[in-house]
């Protein structure tokens, strides 16, 4: 069976490949996975870091492990982290990070606890695996934004559909070449081949015999396509809690910041810090001794800015 065609039927729309929820999740991905992560004690104090978290999984580089969390999250709502090996004091060492389809779960239904896991369609011990919820509102082990507004996606999809029908079918021309006169169909035809020829030339035309030319200005249709597309591109933003200008989107706010590290520490406390990287500490923390925290290093993020020194130039 041959794939619909492109906005063909709105029921097949894909939210996830809308150029922004595109732009967000790699944001997303690439902010977190750029995040060193370490361990604190209870007060926030710096400990030993533990190699677990230095580096997750010892078959990738710690970044690919921390996007690949932020993009199950994003994605399927939840991303699950396998113990693999254990040290001398039984802690893990080493995790795996799994893709979320891999997983499938027994819960006990009134408080979501564990029962059994199936990883690849083997059953593995419960106690080595850890989830990373995103919202825990109509399923205990995590479900993406992007699927709660499904409705509101599958309408962008609508407008979509209806934009294409509009710029492949619908359209209509910007100008008309009108005649007071009572033309033949030869007439007509040699008419517009003539205006054809010069438009394609890029030579000025010469209009005689009553023949008048009328533009259009341009078709609201287009117009609400576009505007439409712009309050799409908020929504998202913020289903995603992501200040719109860091996704180059126009915001629906009057609240500013004059600068990109202003900006990243509004996210950061509003957005990046209680939305994302809670959840992802507060999962690497059941994997860690008693009084032993997760915590991920943001301070490149709320650093200032700063450009490095031109060099001198030196005249020869």
Known sequence: ??????????????????????????????????????????????????????????????????????????????AWLYVTATGADSWPIAIEIVDAPRVAVTEHKPNGKILAVNLDGQPVDPRNMVCVPFIVDRNPFGETPLRIIDETLQLIGAVSAAGASYYTSQQLPAYALKSANRLTSPQVEQLLAQWSAARQTRRPAVLSGGIELETYGSNHAGDTLHESFAVWDSVIARIMQIPPSLLNTTSQSSLTYSTV??????????????????????????????????????????????AEPAPERVNV
Not at 12 to 24: K, S
Not at 295 to 303: E, M, N, Q, R, V
Request: proline share 11%.
């Open 1 to 78: 069976m041959a794939p619909p065609e492109p906005f063909a039927d709105p029921t097949h729309f894909d939210g996830f490949c809308l150029p922004t929820v595109c732009a967000a999740r790699q944001l997303l991905a690439d902010t977190v996975g750029m995040l060193p992560m370490g361990c604190v004690d209870q007060n926030g104090n710096p400990l030993e870091t533990r190699p677990m978290l230095r580096r997750p999984d010892p078959s990738e580089p710690a970044r690919r492990s921390y996007e690949r969390i932020v993009n199950n999250m994003t994605r399927h709502g939840r």
């Open 261 to 306: 590290e202003g900006e990243f520490k509004r996210w950061l406390a509003v957005g990046l810090n209680p939305v994302y990287l809670s959840r992802i500490e507060a999962a690497f923390g059941e994997l860690l001794p008693r009084n032993v925290n997760a915590k991920f290093d943001t301070s490149a993020l709320t650093g200032p800015v700063t």
